[in-house]
């Protein structure tokens, strides 16, 4: 191999950041145990201004950022909200607000369709209000359920999202009904990624095979019932996959993300990872922050892989995994993720799932951790 | 799902955007969470979806600006495949009354 070749191999040709999402902030009316939002939210500085927010759009769109994910915590805690999407829409991002609906009423909704917004994804946490309203450890569900029908009523895409774990995945016939019944066109049965307070909660609520395999004929059945009408995602548990996924498509290759404090992050949870100081966009422009800094490079490409990532031929198709949770479970972010049944590491995943398994055999219930802002 | 007749008008589909993206020199579609990028050939085509035109129109416009014919198949099969993936729809001849 000549030299030219291999410093391709090491260093592929950067592209622009074409996905955005501004975490505009962690505050959250909601405590649910599967966030994905970093456990030590208080040890974060404060919050980014207006000002600053529109300088972030501005920059990463003239990078050739085109999808806008507007997240949280609850993006609606933000009352500039409305002023940030209509500099998005004015800007030609194609923008997507995700959120809880706890703050969305109609003089809002009206607001944001005014100001361009193009999507809203709500999030429900169970079809009875029992378990939403316990999941999320507030009293929400009739609340969702009206946000649903003002969401139709304005004339956006309905796009609900449930994320599934071993105390609801038992309800995906009701949470899909539900979702039929609230008009969605699409729906994201998302199963627990285990990070943040999910990492915390794992024990609680990894499923076992037999939920997972039940929830997935139903999902399936329901599919052929309703047809085109409603599409129906059903992201399955990465634990219990043989190969890793590819993680943001690799990090620093399409995906950027900005925490509420500014800090410009490869992805939502990488905040974790040791010995890597993440730029803060007061300090930087995104430019430099995407092309130039350490975060931003340091996995890209292949050449900070170890083995069996190292001369894998699949090493092109899913990157290694999850950096997070190479980091989460072994300690170190350049082993391969150990979802990957290649992985000298696989026994951890393995094994988390036997003690699903024998937990839910034994009926044993593990104590929750509810997501706390303040905490 | 049949092959298009000449008369259909098609437009983009509810939910989805077309636009012109100077990074990376393509038309992209743009939908909830997600991106689809268009080849040269598919962002000719449906960036004459507006509605308005029939396909007879949008092929004779095809052949006209890029010299060539014949292109009737490839534009009906094209539209075909957008319209099962719901990146267009078509104009019912009521909603134009």
Redesign the interface.
């Known amino acids: 191999m000549s030299a030219v070749q291999a410093e391709a191999l090491e260093k592929p040709a950067v592209g622009?950041p074409?996905w955005l999402l501004c975490e505009l902030t962690y505050r959250c009316p909601l405590h649910c145990v599967f966030c994905y939002n970093p456990v030590d939210m208080r040890a974060t500085g404060p919050e980014l201004s207006t000002d600053d927010w529109l300088r972030v759009l501005r920059e990463a769109r003239a990078?050739?950022a085109?999808?806008l994910?507007l997240s949280g915590g609850e993006p609606l805690a933000r009352d500039d909200l409305e002023e940030i999407v209509a500099e998005a829409h004015t800007l030609?991002y194609?923008v997507?607000l995700i959120t809880s609906g706890i703050g969305l009423n109609e003089q809002r909704i009206r607001a944001l369709k005014e100001a361009g917004l193009?999507?809203i994804?709500l999030s429900f946490q169970d079809s009875t209000r029992e378990v939403n309203d316990f999941l999320s450890s507030t009293r929400t569900f009739e609340l969702k359920a009206k946000v649903a029908a003002l969401i139709k009523r304005y004339d956006y895409?309905m796009?609900l999202n449930v994320v599934l774990h071993r105390l609801n995945i038992d309800h995906v016939e009701q949470i899909l009904d539900m979702a039929d019944r609230l008009g969605a066109?699409?729906v994201e049965l998302a199963n627990t990624q285990y990070y943040g307070w999910a990492w915390k909660n794992r024990e609680a609520l990894l499923p076992t095979r037999e939920q997972l395999q039940r929830a997935e004929e139903v999902t399936q059945r329901f599919r052929e019932k309703v047809g085109?009408r409603m599409r129906i995602f059903f992201v399955i548990p990465d634990y219990f996959e043989r190969r890793p996924k590819a993680c943001m498509n690799g990090l620093g290759s399409i995906f950027l993300t900005v925490a509420p404090d500014g800090t410009a992050l490869p992805c939502q949870s990488a905040r974790i990872l040791p010995g890597i100081e993440f730029p803060n966009v007061k300090d930087q422009g995104i430019r430099e922050i995407w092309y130039d800094s350490d975060a931003f490079n340091r996995f890209r490409g292949y050449g900070w892989m170890k083995e069996p990532c190292r001369s894998c031929p699949e090493r092109t198709r899913d990157f290694g995994g999850c950096r997070c949770q190479a980091y989460l479970l072994t300690g170190d972010p350049t082993n391969a993720d150990p979802v990957c049944e290649l992985s000298p590491h696989h026994g951890l995943v393995t094994a988390a799932v036997e003690r699903a398994e024998r937990a839910a055999r034994a009926g044993v219930e593990h104590p929750l951790v509810f997501r706390d802002h303040r905490a | 799902m049949s092959v298009p007749a000449d008369t259909a008008r098609p437009r983009i589909g509810r939910g989805f955007r077309l636009q012109w993206e100077e990074a990376q020199q393509a038309h992209v579609l743009l939908y909830p969470e997600g991106m689809v990028k268009l080849n040269g050939s598919a962002g000719a085509i449906l960036s004459r979806c507006d509605g308005e035109r029939t396909i007879a129109e949008i092929v004779a416009d095809l052949e006209a600006v890029y010299g060539a014919t014949g292109l009737e198949g490839d534009v009906k099969a094209f539209v075909e495949f957008a319209l099962e993936k719901n990146w267009l729809e078509l104009v019912s001849e009521e909603a134009r009354a």
């Open positions: 622009p074409l990078l050739g085109v999808q994910g030609g194609y997507n193009d999507h994804q895409p796009v066109e699409y085109s």
